[in-house]
């Protein structure tokens, strides 16, 4: 199959037009059209529905575009792969987060993780769940995040850790002398919120459920600096207890929310990928670090039912 045009298939469909992607290639349109006409020959499939000059991709044309841009991905990584087998390094695990887990969790699992591999090499990326696309593509082996909006085929998932949700502030705080809190005394205080993600939509949907607005002072786009916010602005910020403990527990206070909610983490590998024995390890090395997360946790809020670790490989969950 003719590599160049599938990298203008994949082009044509990222610009959302001939002429973008034939420019991106340095061909003439004419040159681009025979290319792309022969592409869907040799494939059997109509890759766009053609209205006058302008072009759609048909149904199959989005999954077929998944598929190259996969192996397209793979392909441009055959040099690096050959310069870094030259070079004698013997194996590579690419690793993604976001940053709510990075300094918590990942870096830690990393540093357990090299202390049994120390010549392994390791790609560590932040990632938020909008790029989910690259971990579909094969671009990392193991990456480690929230529940997904959607169950993905592509994608296998297994639980990792399940946190509670607390309203997290300073210490000297208004609430933090309570033993909980709900949507109503939060609304009345400044409050920190993201601006996408799981957190936020729960924190919708937890308002919304207790018939309260949701008028956040602040946003951010992560919960690290939401949290660092919540120190300088003396607001509130509901979420896990994950970065308040990456930051410095001693410097916040989490109070419980209620409706009681938990928040899990699970870890994502690609549904083509053989599992190795570094991804094996990389993997115990992060259900070790999420056992020490849950003890620390359960010290702080006083009750060893409020984290839990989820079991081992895909688990049904049970009735509360």
Known sequence: MNIQ??????????????????????????????????????????????????????????????????????????????????????????LACGSRLANSLMIPAIGRFVKKNPDVEIDFHLA?????DRIISDRFDIAVGALLPVMLPAVVAAPLLELPTVAVMRRDHALAGRPFVRAADIAAHRLIATTIGPMRTDLEHMFHSEGVELRP???????????????????????????????DAGLFAMVPVKPFRMMQTSIFTPVLKAESRLIAEFKFALREEAKAIEKRVARLLGNPGTARRARRGPAKKKAR
């Open 217 to 247: 002072q602040y946003t951010a786009n992560s919960i690290d600096h939401g949290c660092h916010m919540v120190l300088q602005a003396d607001a509130v910020m509901v979420t896990d207890p994950l970065v308040p403990l990456a930051i």
């Open 128 to 132: 938020q769940i909008q790029d989910i």
């Open 5 to 94: 045009a599938i990298r203008l298939f994949l082009h044509v469909m990222q610009r959302g037009s001939l002429a973008a992607g034939a420019q991106q290639l340095n061909m003439s349109a004419s040159a681009a059209s025979r290319l792309l006409a022969g592409l869907e020959r040799t494939t059997g499939l109509k890759l766009f529905s053609r209205d006058g000059h302008s072009l759609r991709p048909t149904s199959e044309g989005a999954q077929y575009f998944n598929e190259c841009n996969r192996v397209l991905i793979a392909v441009d990584e055959l040099p690096r792969a050959a310069r870094r087998l030259a070079s004698g390094a013997r194996s590579r695990l690419r």
